[in-house]
């Protein structure tokens, strides 16, 4: 099969899954306790007033005539309005997502660039002081809760020495980037630890390898030994691992997200489960399902490019 | 005398600020930036239905009368002079010469007849309550307000300075597109005009929300200088209240509000920061659920000698050193103290251990029961109280469960009356005793905070409350309302707790009223 046709199978199968997404997040925000109108008035809430907000919401509908209308609405590209801050959804993704888009691709960027060099150091002088003290020091990052984490960095390098904010999010694209620099690091430190990992083993594995000592046997140059038959084959594995640590990447950013004011999706995401805000919920989660879909699909083309196999 | 401790801090700040006028002729500018840690949701008054946003509406709206610092009574806002006439049946006000919205158009008496209706339609949000009295607005005249009422409403005067009461300009409002009051409101919050000290200037949700100097405001301060001094307030949202306490000290925003409890001594100690507890009409207390049956069993808690064993046995002092390190101070009734008509002096049950166990030995339950208590899940506060209770009760003979669970399925086990025990807080929204007297006590409203309490005496008091214009009857009338619900109400009373909010050294005339409403009219940044 060639990569096109491989790609288009791989675009085709997205289309159940966002189906069967749809399904799920409609089910599950109605499944939790309460309603948006008790979630919203809280203690005062009058029985009279919540009929009438449920009433304008249409949440007094049958269940059925509301998914019908949702699946409508969301392929006409309507999202429909917060309950809570009444302006239209998609107007809230489009100025909370890419700010937690950029996160992720920081963390994702810092976590990469610190795990492939060091796992390489770690596998090429394994077990000697070198690997134990790469793989102890990720040890110990990997262990600490991200909030603690964030904490820390925030106190050391924010309020003491002042190389960065206080959290919080700048104005225009260096200064976030400058805001959004603490943030990357702490919600890397998991991801990075867990790289460096697997890709030593991988490439603990690669480096036994008989083509890696018929290649060795040939007289080629260490260097193209290095990166076009051990790294080549031992990112493989890593990079699946490395996709589907996406998701986890932009769950992280909740707690990220709220320890340094960044004002991102994970944050709204929060506030809205909590505010029973049905059509941000049902929004967002279309939007990162979508999101780490594509990730998944890049993964897979990454994948494909690597190994030519994938696509056989 | 009991509202020693609101007097006597109000007084000292008008003196302070009386004093620094004199001694520092100063530039009273800037841009004041205070840490929140939740963003408003949406800016209507009349709309609105969280603190988020009635905490800051007034900045940016004014209403014919203004709470007072203190939060007891009402003094002159849009309107100079105000009348009840001896019925108690109309009001009369007079409309301040001169004043405009803040793109400089005139404020007129259609604008408080459009803002008022509105304030009173039973179909627009959840506050159309504090106006119920009111049958018409009229306008007899260019600068005078009618308003008739349909019996005689002792709260009038406070709800009229309440954030729902605000004057919007009419023909802006409703020039905005969209067909519904909601989608009008929407429209037009988003690019407001005000009639307060400040109007908004720009909002990233969830980021930070910028309000600039009205330079159409109408009030001078005690320095003859123009309202309000500041350039303008930035709100910044940082949720996690280690990261706002971090960016106050480290000097990048001038004001953080909420900090915890657990923070409040350091901060004093921090010769850096004015750490200040607002008086405030914010009291904790654990609901008990008392109808005779739950879920088809006996309900120990509908008997009312368990109910004051259980006060008894609760120790308040330790709970209040526990849970707020010493902050906050017992409850003398189910009111704030800084609540009008409010009585009591000291706990209303003291820690009394012995009496707790005769009381239970005498009850329908002399070996005890079990029972579940529901407490907001990540609220520190509302864990340490039941951690507290948990151990406290276990003396008398009741086995306490703790839940956690989120608001809004508390919320729903709460208004379905099927929860045993909750933890609550309550915040009034107006000066008055009724709001509050409303949700806990007067069973139609809602059941007494759903717990299906009842009481006919107190039912019928409050009727007769709502409508007595004798201000001594009516402080009788409270008195005996008090004296019930606190001896057999279906509540634990714990303490009240003032508004902690951290400034730096040079933010000055920054104050919180009783009801939560952060005023920045006469706030300035001192420089050197």
């Given at each position: 099969?060639?990569?096109?046709?491989?790609?288009?199978?791989?675009?085709?199968?997205?289309?159940?899954?966002?189906?069967?997404?749809?399904?799920?997040?409609?089910?599950?925000?109605?499944?939790?306790?309460?309603?948006?109108?008790?979630?919203?008035?809280?203690?005062?809430?009058?029985?009279?007033?919540?009929?009438?907000i449920n009433r304008e919401l249409g949440l007094d509908r049958p269940l059925p005539v509301q998914f019908?209308?949702?699946?409508?609405?969301?392929?006409?590209?309507?999202?429909?309005?917060?309950?809570?801050?009444?302006?239209?959804?998609?107007?809230?993704?489009?100025?909370?997502?890419?700010?937690?888009?950029?996160?992720?691709?920081?963390?994702?960027?810092?976590a990469v660039v610190v795990a492939v060099p060091l796992a390489f150091v770690a596998a090429l002088r394994r077990d000697r002081i070198a690997d134990s003290a790469i793989r102890g020091a990720f040890q110990v990052g990997l262990s600490m809760p991200v909030f603690y984490v964030?904490?820390?960095?925030?106190?050391?390098?924010?309020?003491?020495?002042?190389?960065?904010?206080?959290?919080?999010?700048?104005?225009?694209?260096?200064?976030?980037?400058?805001?959004?620099?603490?943030?990357?690091?702490?919600?890397a430190l998991s991801l990075s630890a867990i790289l460096m990992r697997n890709l030593r083993s991988a490439i603990i594995g690669v480096v036994d390898a008989e083509y890696v000592t018929f290649a060795r046997a040939k007289g080629l140059r260490p260097r193209l030994i290095l990166f076009r038959h051990i790294l080549r084959n031992a990112l493989i594995s890593t990079l699946t691992l490395f996709g589907l640590s996406i998701g986890t990447l932009l769950g992280g950013a909740v707690i990220t997200e709220s320890v340094f004011a960044v004002p991102g999706?994970?944050?709204?995401?929060?506030?809205?489960?909590?505010?029973?805000?049905?059509?941000?919920?049902?929004?967002?989660?279309?939007?990162?399902?979508?999101?780490?879909?594509?990730?998944?699909?890049?993964?897979?083309?990454?994948?494909?490019?690597?190994?030519?196999?994938?696509?056989? | 005398m009991t509202l020693t401790r609101a007097k006597v801090l109000a007084a000292a700040a008008t003196v302070l600020m009386g004093t620094t006028a004199l001694v520092q002729a100063q530039e009273r500018g800037g841009v004041m930036t205070f840490g929140r840690y939740a963003d408003s949701l949406f800016?209507?008054?009349?709309?609105n239905d969280a603190n988020v946003d009635i905490w800051i509406l007034s900045n940016m709206y004014d209403t014919l009368l203004l709470p007072t610092a203190d939060g007891q009574s009402v003094e002159a806002g849009l309107a100079t002079d105000w009348s009840v006439s001896d019925d108690g049946t109309v009001v009369t006000l007079t409309l301040r010469d001169g004043i405009t919205f803040s793109d400089g158009s005139p404020i007129t008496t259609e604008d408080v007849i459009w803002s008022l209706d509105r304030a009173r339609n039973p179909d627009n949000g959840i506050w159309n309550f504090l106006l119920s009295a009111v049958s018409e607005v009229t306008a007899p005249d260019d600068t005078t307000i009618e308003i008739q009422l349909s019996q005689p409403d002792p709260a009038i005067l406070p709800a009229l300075s309440v954030f729902n009461t605000a004057i919007l300009p009419k023909d802006a409002f409703e020039a905005m597109p969209g067909e519904t009051d909601l989608e009008k409101a929407t429209a037009f919050a988003e690019n407001p005009i005000g009639s307060g000290p400040f109007v908004l200037e720009s909002w990233d949700r969830g980021s930070t929300l910028k309000l600039v100097k009205n330079e159409h405001y109408w009030a001078d301060g005690e320095d003859g200088e123009k309202l309000p001094y500041l350039d303008g307030v930035t709100f910044e949202i940082i949720p996690d209240d280690a990261t706002r306490i971090l960016r106050l000290q480290s000097g990048e925003i001038d004001g953080a509000e909420l900090i915890p409890f657990a923070r409040?001594?350091?901060?004093?100690?921090?010769?850096?920061?004015?750490?200040?507890?607002?008086?405030?009409?914010?009291?904790?207390?654990?609901?008990?659920?008392?109808?005779?049956?739950?879920d088809g069993e006996a309900n120990p808690l509908s008997d009312e000698k368990v109910r004051q064993a259980m006060n008894y046995a609760t120790n308040k002092d330790a709970i209040i050193q526990v849970v707020t390190f010493g902050?906050?101070?017992?409850?003398?009734?189910?009111?704030?103290?800084?609540?009008?008509?409010?009585?009591?002096?000291?706990?209303?049950?003291?820690?009394?251990?012995?009496?707790a166990q005769r009381l239970m030995s005498e009850s329908e339950y002399p070996d005890g029961f079990s029972a579940s208590i529901l407490t907001l899940a990540g609220n520190?506060?509302?864990?340490g109280i039941a951690t507290a209770l948990q151990q406290m009760w276990s003396q008398i003979g009741i086995d306490l469960e703790i839940e956690q669970v989120d608001n809004a399925t508390r919320t729903e086990q709460y208004r379905n009356g099927t929860f045993q025990m909750r933890a609550g807080a309550w915040t009034n929204d107006i000066a008055d005793p009724s709001q509050i007297t409303s949700y806990f006590a007067y069973s139609p409203t809602i059941d007494a905070l759903h717990s299906g309490w009842k009481s006919e005496e107190v039912d019928s008091l409050f009727e007769a409350s709502q409508s007595e214009m004798d201000e001594e009857t009516r402080a009788e009338q409270y008195a005996r309302i008090q004296e019930i619900y606190n001896q057999t109400g279906p509540i634990i009373l714990l303490y009240e707790t003032p508004y902690p909010v951290a400034l730096q050294q040079n933010v000055k005339g920054f104050y919180q009223i009783p009801l939560g409403n952060n005023i920045f009219r006469e706030t300035y940044l001192e420089t050197e």
């Open positions: 099969m060639s990569l096109p046709a491989f790609l288009g199978r791989r675009l085709l199968q997205l289309i159940p899954t966002l189906i069967f997404i749809l399904i799920v997040v409609f089910v599950l925000v109605r499944l939790l306790p309460g309603d948006p109108a008790s979630a919203i008035l809280g203690d005062r809430a009058l029985d009279a007033d919540v009929e009438r019908w209308a949702f699946v409508q609405s969301v392929f006409t590209g309507n999202l429909g309005n917060s309950i809570s801050m009444k302006i239209p959804v998609t107007q809230l993704i489009w100025e909370r997502l890419p700010i937690t888009m950029l996160l992720t691709f920081m963390a994702a960027l810092i964030g904490l820390i960095l925030l106190t050391v390098f924010g309020a003491k020495l002042r190389w960065f904010p206080v959290g919080g999010y700048g104005d225009g694209f260096v200064d976030q980037l400058y805001h959004l620099f603490l943030p990357a690091v702490t919600l999706a994970g944050r709204l995401m929060i506030d809205s489960i909590y505010g029973r805000d049905y059509p941000v919920v049902q929004g967002l989660t279309i939007a990162l399902a979508v999101l780490v879909s594509l990730t998944f699909l890049l993964t897979d083309i990454l994948q494909a490019w690597l190994d030519p196999r994938v696509t056989r | 800016l209507d008054p009349v709309l409040v001594a350091e901060l004093e100690a921090d010769p850096n920061i004015d750490m200040e507890l607002f008086p405030s009409t914010r009291v904790a207390d654990i609901i008990l659920n008392v109808r005779p049956e739950l902050v906050g101070t017992p409850t003398s009734s189910y009111m704030s103290s800084t609540t009008p008509l409010h009585t009591g002096d000291g706990a209303v049950f003291p820690y009394d251990l012995e009496q520190q506060d509302e864990l």
